[in-house]
């Protein structure tokens, strides 16, 4: 005997799925109705933490966002990345603040004056609504190491112009900036072509 769910074909319980789905999607974005900058933390053993950081910066910056950029640790090399935005002067400042790898520069003395120099830059910039976008790449690290003071960048974050967004990437994510961040994502290593002896390479790592 046939009942009325049978004669329902696939496409129509797909439709009908769907439609639940939109409803409760459009009742979720009706009730965000707060508009403000965020501050976004990417940390994690995983790859991609800068790689989402610059892809949220290039998002901005095709809306016609007024960005920022301070890389700490990095520094020593160049990176694909900082090549390509180098090119958009006037809409982008990109200072590269690092000395490298900490296991490379061997001296903490150094490492702490160009993180401390670092912060001073990224201070500046989280004080200044003339920034839409501020990318934090590496901070980290410095945090980890207290290289910079976290009390420092929890005060300028709650202290920055509310429309300013700020992102902040690298492992080891402090739980005092995990506390104050809006969004936060946590990269984890399922399996990484380094390991297998593959050399970091232009593009991917580089």
């Not at 009942?3 to 696939?10: I, K, M």
């Not at 508009?35 to 994690?44: A, D, P, Q, W, Y």
Request: aromatic share 6%.
């Amino acid at each position: 005997m046939n009942t009325e769910h049978d004669a329902v074909t696939p496409e129509e319980r797909h439709r009908e799925r769907m439609q639940r789905k939109k409803d409760l999607v459009d009742r979720r974005i009706a009730r965000a109705t707060i508009e403000r900058g965020v501050v976004v933390v990417n940390s994690g053993n995983g790859k991609g933490k800068s790689s989402s950081g610059f892809g949220m910066l290039a998002r901005s910056l095709g809306h016609g966002l007024r960005c920022g950029v301070v890389q700490f640790i990095k520094g020593s090399f160049s990176t694909g990345e900082e090549a390509f935005f180098r090119r958009f002067d006037g809409e982008l400042d990109y200072h590269v603040m690092g000395e490298g790898y900490t296991w490379e520069t061997q001296d903490k003395e150094r490492d702490v004056a160009a993180a401390q120099s670092a912060w001073q830059v990224a201070a500046r910039m989280l004080a200044d609504a003339n920034y839409d976008f501020v990318l934090l790449d590496e901070l980290n690290i410095a945090l980890v190491k207290h290289y910079v003071q976290l009390e420092q960048v929890t005060a300028a974050l709650a202290a920055r112009p509310p429309q300013q967004h700020v992102v902040i990437t690298g492992r080891g994510a402090p739980d005092g900036l995990i506390e104050v961040a809006d969004t936060v994502t946590e990269m984890r290593v399922v399996k990484h072509a380094f390991q297998a002896g593959i050399k970091a390479q232009k593009g991917i790592e580089l």
